[in-house]
């Protein structure tokens, strides 16, 4: 997700990105998207207005412990790892440092990503407006409330993964029933993107355009109805309840 971000601020233009990571590969890879590569997270952390967190929520008190003597006054911390409050970062911070929390999602890597941000005690509208401006870059970006932050990560976070397996069980369809795969495949894509920017661009209820497209005694009411008796909708209900569960369990 680091990497989604750092190519799309480099080819909005106008960020300035001093960036650190402990893998080598990953540290060529952001010098050669542009960023300045520093040799240690305090030093990446110097003097940036923004100090983004992006690594694994176990791991972030340890990094924040690291670079608090390095946040620059004025600042603010944005962290995108999943689970993890701003009432943990702040205390491992210290202080009353602006800290805004953020749940992108893997989307984002072609910038069509779906981002939720809340602020922390000390962070103000300037501070989420500078969070909102810097994610706005891989996609969409909405206000949320702390406590609905995991239920975020359940569905937009996790979410992406449900709708791939949606995309593989509809082209595998398809090849049951006689077509090629990768036609099959093709056509899967093309209609899980295409009833998706429906319901976007319509901004009509999918319960309403669902309707439209099954007829009485057609062939969609048909396999709706096959759907129903497998307990689709309520599995994809359990995933996003599991994973919400699942990230409540990974931060403070």
């Known amino acids: ?24 590969e990953r540290r060529d890879a952001a010098r050669s998207m542009g960023a300045e590569v520093a040799t240690s997270n305090p030093e990446a952390a110097r003097g940036a207005d923004v100090v983004l967190l992006a690594v694994k929520p176990q791991v972030v008190g340890g990094v924040l412990e690291e670079v608090k ?19 943990s970062m702040e205390g491992r911070i ?3 440092y602006p800290v805004v929390r953020a749940m992108p999602n893997a989307p984002a890597l072609v910038g069509a990503g779906m981002t939720a941000i809340c602020p922390g005690r000390w962070a103000t509208e300037a501070h989420l407006g500078r969070a909102e401006e810097l994610l706005r870059v891989v996609g969409e ?3 949320v409330e ?3 932050m ?25 090849v049951l029933v006689g077509l090629p795969r990768t036609v099959a495949l093709k056509f899967a894509v093309q209609t899980v993107l295409g ?19 099954a007829s009485p005694g057609g062939t969609t009411i048909a396999g709706m109805y096959a759907l129903e008796e497998a307990g689709f909708r309520a599995a994809l209900m359990r995933a996003v309840e599991a994973a919400t569960l699942r990230s409540e369990g990974l931060g403070g």
């Open 146 to 148: 702390e406590g609905l």
């Open 69 to 87: 003597e390095a946040l620059p006054e004025g600042g603010m911390v944005l962290s995108i790892a999943a689970g993890v409050s701003t009432g």
């Open 141 to 143: 970006v909405v206000r």
């Open 1 to 24: 997700m680091g990497t989604a971000l750092l190519r799309g601020w480099m080819r909005a233009g106008g960020v300035e990105v001093v960036a650190w990571d402990p893998i080598p």
């Open 195 to 213: 009833a998706a920017l429906m319901v976007r661009e319509t901004g009509e209820h999918p319960a309403d355009l669902r309707d439209r497209v």
């Open 150 to 174: 995991n239920a975020v990560t359940g569905l937009s976070g996790s979410g992406p993964a449900y709708v791939y397996i949606l995309i593989e069980a509809l082209a595998d369809g398809g």
């Open 94 to 96: 210290g202080g009353e």
